[in-house]
């Protein structure tokens, strides 16, 4: 039904134009910007170009720590202790004393091996002196040729005598030393497990006490195989290079979320796998000069693998994952149309990937997904790109190095 104004307006109509007057013309539908009826502007993107840069790649495992060196102290020569020479806990150097053992017997057997010695000694100048005096005789005949063989084979049984009487000596005098049992390295010794009074045997299974260096230590932690073979691979392949020369850094969190203060390297790499996990045990080699990690702590290790030179970043947000877990991305043309490419997901680095499949100097959309169709020309406004510098996840599952 029409409305009164309009019926008004059809009535004036006609004096209008008996006046000389014009119709008033439609004006432009709404929304209308001068193109073909109904056409609309292309949906407006968040774009941004594929950059390339250094990135260092790192992995975060747990581990624990243990010491560098343990020595299980044991004695060496059967007897009573008869003092205990150390304070349970204190550290102490390589050398010194920890238990005494009853010496009495050991100083008996080495002043009974030095007599017997001196009296090897004294014989051997006996018989070195029968030979000499019988080796001018036997020219002329003074003595028989066999008297002077005999005296001869006497002297050089007396000198084995001499040198069998040292090594008796000298073994009576290292055990005679052994009955004070020094610390075999320098560290912290734990507990006394024996107590003055105690008969100890050489090579008894059971230790004195147990003393452990503690400066450095090495942190132990574990890898899976496939992530250690992917790494080695990277390296031969040129794709990661040490990030310092041939050592490879690594940094701790401790128990209480804090970061220890010095850094350690890489020091060993298992060459079996533990065939229950797959696994692969890494060492790394920390100093410790206030003691702050003990043997047993748990930690977690950041190791940074290498530095990829070239790596290719895209924002996380401009992946989307395909019904077969595909990564797909949008790269724009020349002609800013809209195109889905698969690319392949690396590495996680801060709010970024390193993907294979772009290459740098590609745009890319990174927002306004819901807006156009694969195909469709959309309107690009350039993004800002972040500044991502290493990596801190592990290889996402399928990818490659």
């Not at 020219?139 to 001499?162: K, P």
């Not at 090579?203 to 790494?231: C, H, I, K, M, N």
């Not at 790596?311 to 077969?324: E, F, H, I, K, M």
């Not at 993907?355 to 350039?382: E, K, Y």
Request: aromatic letters at 4%; one cysteine or more; glycine letters at 10%.
């Amino acid at each position: 039904m029409r409305t009164k104004p309009a019926l008004a307006a059809l009535a004036l109509l006609p004096l209008l134009l008996a006046c000389g007057g014009e119709a008033p013309q439609a004006g432009p539908t709404d929304g209308a910007t001068g193109g073909p009826p109904g056409a609309a502007q292309p949906p407006a993107v968040s774009v941004q170009e594929v950059v390339s840069k250094p990135v260092d790649y790192s992995v975060t495992l747990p581990g624990r720590v243990a010491a560098s060196r343990v020595s299980e102290v044991r004695p060496q020569v059967n007897g009573i202790v008869t003092e205990r020479l150390f304070e349970e806990g204190e550290k102490v150097e390589a050398g010194a004393p920890l238990y005494q053992i009853d010496a009495a017997p050991y100083q008996a057997a080495f002043d009974s091996a030095q007599a017997q010695l001196q009296r090897a000694q004294a014989a051997v100048s006996a018989a070195q002196g029968r030979r000499d005096r019988f080796e001018g005789l036997v020219e002329g005949g003074g003595v028989s040729r066999q008297d002077y063989d005999d005296a001869v084979a006497a002297a050089e049984q007396a000198a084995a005598e001499v040198a069998l009487a040292r090594a008796a000596r000298d073994s009576a005098r290292i055990d005679l030393e052994r009955t004070t049992i020094s610390a075999p390295i320098a560290g912290h010794v734990g507990r006394a497990l024996v107590t003055e009074g105690a008969l100890v045997t050489a090579g008894q299974g059971s230790p004195l006490a147990v003393v452990t260096a503690l400066d450095p230590v090495y942190v132990d932690v574990t890898q899976s195989s496939a992530e250690l073979l992917r790494w080695k691979r990277a390296m031969a392949d040129g794709q990661l290079a040490a990030a310092d020369g041939n050592r490879l850094p690594v940094t701790l969190t401790l128990e209480d979320g804090s970061t220890y203060d010095q850094q350690g390297t890489l020091a060993l790499t298992e060459v079996s796998v533990d065939p229950s996990s797959s696994s692969v045990t890494l060492r790394a080699s920390f100093p410790n000069p206030n003691e702050i990690l003990l043997p047993g702590m748990f930690v977690r290790a950041h190791i940074v693998e290498g530095t990829a030179r070239d790596a290719v970043l895209v924002p996380q947000a401009a992946v989307s994952r395909a019904p077969d877990g595909t990564g797909m991305v949008f790269v724009l043309g020349d002609d800013n149309t809209a195109q889905a490419q698969p690319v392949q997901t690396q590495r996680a680095v801060g709010d970024h990937w390193v993907v294979s499949g772009l290459t740098p100097g590609t745009r890319i959309i990174t927002d306004g997904f819901g807006t156009f169709q694969p195909g469709q020309p959309v309107t690009p406004q350039q993004q800002m790109a972040s500044n991502p510098s290493s990596a801190s996840a592990a290889p996402v599952g399928g990818g490659e190095l």
